[in-house]
């Protein structure tokens, strides 16, 4: 029961990345670049079928399973440990919505939609979904990071509440 609002949150990251995409797509031409902020940042319809930052394009099968294998992983443990850190439970959650995002593209048609240039920087062009998981992922590893020093501490005698 816990875990329900933590699955909405991850629908409503795909929704947000689906209408993102979608608004893009349906008023943009492909390689149409809007700036936003001149020399900065602007909004770039790109499709990409590599990972990310355009890396190994072409891999759409092997993509498609290593984030089904990924999505598998991160919700069986937070289903079979009973997970309720809610660190955890929010990293997860963007992991698991900008994964499932990112994975409707791909098997749907077999690319995914990219938008947010940052031109300044010459970065890679990414989406909602990318972010999301970025976010997750360092989530994540603060979440690790955490949970290791409070065992640490707990090792030593020291006392936690057991919940980051």
Not at 3 to 10: A, F, K, N, Q
Not at 52 to 62: A, E, T, V, Y
Not at 81 to 100: N, R
Not at 108 to 121: A, K
Request: charge should be negative; include cysteine.
């Amino acid at each position: 029961m816990y875990l329900i609002p933590w699955g909405i949150l991850s629908l409503l990251i795909i929704g947000i990345d689906a209408l993102s995409k979608y608004v893009v797509s349906e008023n943009m031409n492909l390689h149409q670049s809007i700036p936003l902020i001149e020399g900065v940042f602007s909004i770039t319809f790109v499709k990409n079928t590599g990972a990310s930052f355009g890396m190994l394009p072409g891999g759409r099968w092997l993509f498609i399973i290593i984030t089904l294998v990924m999505m598998g992983i991160i919700i069986g443990y937070t289903v079979k440990k009973q997970e309720k850190d809610k660190l955890y439970l929010l990293s997860a959650s963007f992991i698991v919505g900008g994964g499932i995002g990112n994975l409707i593209d791909r098997i749907l048609t077999g690319e995914v939609v990219d938008f947010f240039d940052f031109c300044l920087i010459n970065f890679a062009i990414f989406n909602v979904a990318d972010c999301f998981i970025v976010v997750g992922v360092i989530l994540m590893l603060v979440y690790y990071f955490v949970a290791e020093i409070k065992e640490k501490k707990a090792e030593n005698g020291g006392d936690t509440d057991g919940n980051i």
